[in-house]
T-cell receptor, first 110, second 116 residues
């Protein structure tokens, strides 16, 4: 079946360090979305990437979509305690179902 | 703001019981979804619906059924609950209108279901 693999599963960083999570698919994605889930909360939509090689920024967050539209990454510069949570990528393969990655749980050491 | 409301935050049921999880959205969204979330597995789609009385199987529909009699309400039914259905269940909705290729999904707070 169509799967989206996400690494790492966990990431512990010192406050102020950078953080990156990666998503990979074996088949081409139509587009990819990113969600953030705070501890005890529900996933909240962050952004959608559609075009090959697309890069979008939201303040300290940078989202990239690979040239082949099979991979994506989220990079956070200079992490803050408010960045704590689990980050999910979720891809569309041309049908209507959104396939979620397994998520990366980010913890910040003050 | 979109509001997706799930009927229970926590629920404890016994093996073999028929369990109903309810979800209501207030934004007239066409699409509704049921996921389960388990550690290390992310969110897995159980069923989704594009319209009233319409349903489509997701990736893990076995042991579940759904009902959508009204546009705003999407129910998940565990026909005969089993311990392996202990999980966090998340409902989501989305519209077909908007600027995105695929519109963002809006999630409820989840129901943590324990089957004893």
């Amino acid at each position: 079946g169509q799967q989206v693999m996400q690494i790492p599963q966990y990431q512990h960083v010192q406050e102020g360090e950078d953080f990156t999570t990666y998503c990979n698919s074996s088949t081409t994605l139509s587009n990819i979305q990113w969600y953030k889930q705070r501890p005890g909360g529900h996933p909240v939509f962050l952004i959608q990437l559609v075009k090959s090689g697309e890069v979008k920024k939201q303040k300290r967050l940078t989202f990239q979509f690979g040239e082949a539209k099979k991979n994506s990454s989220l990079h956070i510069t200079a992490t803050q305690t408010t960045d704590v949570g689990t980050y999910f990528c979720a891809g569309y393969f041309g049908n209507e179902k959104l396939t979620f990655g397994t998520g990366t749980r980010l913890t910040i050491i003050p | 703001d979109v509001k997706v409301t799930q009927s229970s935050r926590y629920l404890v049921k016994r093996t073999g019981e028929k369990v109903f999880l309810e979800c209501v959205q207030d934004m007239d969204h066409e699409n509704m979804f049921w996921y389960r979330q388990d550690p290390g597995l992310g969110l897995r789609l159980i069923y989704f619906s594009y319209d009233v009385k319409m349903k489509e199987k997701g990736d893990i529909p076995e042991g579940y059924s759904v009902s959508r009699e009204k546009k705003e309400r999407f129910s998940l039914i565990l026909e005969s609950a089993s311990t392996n259905q202990t999980s966090m269940y998340l409902c989501a909705s989305s519209t077909i209108l908007g600027s995105y290729s695929n519109q963002p999904q809006h999630f409820g707070d989840g129901t943590r279901l324990s089957i004893l």
